[in-house]
């Protein structure tokens, strides 16, 4: 006799399970664990070799003092040392250019390909300079440190567009990430090998060229993006492609029905796309869904480099001394690529958690505040009484940055333009960027010349200040939204959430909701 007739005989009722009868829920293709391990593994192999961008960026912090130093045998004057930090940013909008162009033509797997062979190419330059002739040793010091900024441009939209375009919107967020995980890695990295080789320049850009070469390997396996094959008419491929990353075997036909419907509205979307009166580029200028979030993500890189952000990358060592930071300033620049890495991990969950404008109020007016602790304390008493203030607050500027507007340029490019002009519009947008990059590393030494480091900070905090209200005023939300539907909020002006919802939202970050 079985449990449940002894209770009937004993007057006990029997116990019911509520919620057998219901289906077991599955995943949707795209997002059940096989699907997921294949597109983070493809966007991690295609993100290593933007560990190159980060390295670059930090370079100067790490080598500047040998190469300025006279006891060398050739060294650089002040001058040519603000060529040698600033030169790559200025290059840099050829390679977002350059992107644009490859990203059509050739695909974002060969785009990355090129990225790499350009990358070591540069470091071995680097490493091999004259060591007897000064214009000599400069001027080739400047072509690797060009062609590491044509790298620059060139890393800064392939693996987020890839990405964007093998993933689906609930884990868009965290994989576009991985370009600003890299960079930040780089960062760290280029630091943490500066803080122990401090007079060998030629080793440290030997130790990177080894890297970039492991980098190249790495790309080779990658699977093309179905969107790039199937605007190219490759329509097997696509299939392939499409297959693989929702988790099922690489076959030449679609047999699940979700992924068949997938397939099947991108496919449409590009039809119409070619049956449409082919326009160049500058003439689909005029349509809104082109032309504002290419004015959004302008404002926002202008915004990143204004408030401060890569000063304080290339310069790091040199900022946390006129910061009145006693601590040994290789190390302090260490401690900010570590903090910045360590914020940058948990992006993707902080984007899809608080979403994209809820991210960038914070870190704006978080930054705003920072910069103007820095600024004050050497004039109020109250801020030089608070021990380690200009630690903690180098260190804030860089954690509240990376949480969004360090991040969300870099994220947001991959979301915002249309498939048919993502490439070039992409590649103008880092251009105008990274020309604006330039200008910020190249004046900043006359400007803090000029100025003193500590009205250089109130400039900061003003200019933070100020993307504060941009990002208030101007910054759509994307979570959970599909590409398409992205470009379709530009395209009629209707949003799916109202103004005042989304202000509701952003209120729910101090105060979550219990079944959140």
């Given amino acids: 006799m079985d449990e449940q007739e002894r209770n009937l005989q004993n007057g006990k009722q029997p116990r019911i399970v509520s919620g057998l009868d219901r289906p077991l829920k599955t995943p949707p293709p795209g997002e059940q664990f096989r699907a997921v391990r294949r597109q983070v593994v493809a966007v991690i192999l295609a993100n290593v070799g933007v560990f190159s961008t980060g390295m670059t960026l930090a370079l100067p912090t790490a080598t500047l003092h040998q190469l300025k130093n006279p006891k060398e045998s050739v060294y650089l004057s002040t001058s040519q040392a603000s060529w040698f930090a600033s ?86 967020g965290s994989l576009i990430l991985g370009t600003s995980i890299s960079v930040a890695g780089g960062i760290t990295i280029l630091y943490g090998i500066g803080y122990y080789i401090r007079d060998d320049f030629r080793l440290i850009a030997l130790i990177c060229c080894g890297y970039q070469l492991v980098s190249l390997l790495c790309v080779l396996p990658l699977t093309e993006s179905h969107c790039w094959l199937l605007s190219k008419k490759r329509v097997t491929e696509a299939k392939r492609s499409l297959n693989y990353f929702r988790g099922f075997s690489k076959s030449d036909e679609i047999t699940h029905p979700l992924v068949l419907e997938e397939f099947q509205v991108l496919q449409k979307s590009l039809q119409q796309r070619d049956a449409e009166v082919k326009v160049s580029f500058w003439a689909s200028l005029k349509e809104p869904e082109v032309h504002k979030p290419l004015l959004i993500l302008m404002s926002l890189f202008a915004f990143q480099q204004l408030t401060g952000i890569f000063v304080v990358i290339v310069y790091a060592a040199e900022i946390s001394l006129d910061a009145g930071i006693e601590i040994d300033p290789f190390m302090c620049a260490l401690l900010i690529g570590l903090a910045r890495l360590v914020t940058t991990c948990p992006m993707g969950y902080i984007l899809e958690l608080w979403g994209r404008r809820r991210a960038g109020i914070i870190s704006t007016l978080g930054m705003a505040i920072c910069m103007l602790m820095l600024a004050g304390h050497s004039k109020i008493d109250f801020l030089r009484n608070i021990p380690y203030l200009p630690v903690v607050a180098i260190v804030g500027f860089i954690v509240l940055s990376t949480l969004g507007l360090y991040t969300l340029p870099f994220f947001m490019i991959s979301e915002l333009f249309p498939q048919r002009v993502r490439g070039p519009a992409s590649g103008l947008t880092v251009a105008v960027g990274m020309f604006i990059s330039f200008v910020c590393l190249k004046t900043f030494p006359d400007l803090k010349e000029a100025m003193g480091m500590r009205n250089c900070f109130v400039f900061f905090g003003v200019m933070a200040i100020l993307a504060l209200i941009f990002v208030y005023w101007a910054l759509p939300e994307t979570r959970r939204r599909t590409l398409l539907e992205i470009e379709e909020q530009f395209r009629s002006g209707r949003s799916s959430k109202s103004r005042s919802q989304a202000d509701v939202e952003m209120k729910e970050v101090f105060v979550r909701r219990p079944e959140e």
């Fill in 87 to 172: 030169v790559n940013a200025l290059a840099a909008p050829l390679g977002g250019l350059l992107s644009g162009f490859l990203l059509d033509k050739i695909g974002r797997k060969r785009s990355l390909i090129v990225l790499n062979v350009l990358t070591i190419l540069a470091w071995i330059l680097l490493a091999t300079p004259s060591g007897t002739d000064q214009g000599a040793f400069f001027w080739q010091l400047i072509v690797s440190r060009t062609i590491l900024g044509i790298g620059m441009g060139l890393a800064s939209a392939p693996p987020g567009v890839y990405a964007a375009e093998i993933s689906v919107p609930r884990t868009r």
